[in-house]
T-cell receptor, first 112, second 113 residues
Framework: AQKITQTQPGMFVQEKEAVTLDCTYD???????LFWYKQPSSGEMIFLIY??????QNATEGRYSLNFQKARKSANLVISASQLGDSAMYFC?????????FGSGTQLTVLP | NAGVTQTPKFQVLKTGQSMTLQCAQD?????MYWYRQDPGMGLRLIYY???????DKGEVPNGYNVSRLNKREFSLRLESAAPSQTSVYFC????????????FGQGTRLTVV
């Protein structure tokens, strides 16, 4: 069984600072991947970043990066230089697009 | 640039009524999914379809049926709606292969009274 755990229901960050959103996972698959999605208050699901279990380097997409620690089974999302528009719900999900299991999410609020 | 289109966006049903949520994608994806999102929880998979003509149960299939009408369309039916099915429903689609993200529709907010 796959399980995705996000232990931070809510986080606050000052504008222009960096923030890390935690995600741990449990899977028996040898090959898997972790996704991060953003859900603003408007409700749509926006794909942010992906990390595969065999990727040697941590994934980066603009201001988003993934701190992937396979031994700890964690795939934390790092947002650098936070902007007010980053205020949203963030979901970690895995292990594959076909059978995505979502965490319960972290509500991020960026303070001016 | 339609992507994944869901209809309707909002719906109120009375207990026991039936309805079908429609979903269509124009990205030529083989795989399609239905999720529900309840407050304080992430999305949970109801059903998915790996290809035209095939469907499989996800984590929470009870009370739902699905139809993969063709490659583009994947519908979700509530035969006898219950208040516990009050939720936001998302349809999604994806390509095959590792690292391919799922693309989501805008969601349908369903209230069963």
């Amino acid at each position: 069984a796959q399980k995705i755990t996000q232990t931070q229901p809510g986080m606050f960050v000052q504008e222009k600072e960096a923030v890390t959103l935690d995600c741990t996972y449990d899977t028996s698959d040898q090959s898997y991947g972790l996704f991060w999605y953003k859900q603003p208050s408007s409700g749509e699901m926006i794909f942010l970043i992906y990390q595969g279990s065999y990727d040697e380097q941590n994934a980066t997409e603009g201001r988003y990066s993934l701190n992937f620690q396979k031994a700890r089974k964690s795939a934390n999302l790092v947002i650098s230089a936070s902007q007010l528009g980053d205020s949203a719900m963030y979901f970690c999900a895995g292990p594959s697009a076909r059978q995505l299991t979502f965490g319960s999410g972290t509500q991020l609020t960026v303070l001016p | 640039n339609a992507g994944v289109t869901q209809t309707p966006k909002f719906q109120v049903l009375k207990t026991g009524q039936s309805m079908t949520l429609q979903c269509a994608q124009d990205m030529n994806h083989n795989s399609m999914y239905w999720y529900r999102q309840d407050p304080g929880m992430g999305l949970r998979l109801i059903y998915y379809s790996a290809s035209e003509g095939t469907t499989d149960k996800g984590e929470v299939p009870n009370g739902y049926n699905v139809s993969r009408l063709n490659k583009r369309e994947f519908s979700l039916r509530l035969e006898s709606a219950a208040p516990s099915q009050t939720s936001v429903y998302f349809c999604a689609s994806s390509e095959e292969g590792a690292g391919t993200e799922a693309f989501f529709g805008q969601g349908t907010r369903l209230t069963v009274v």
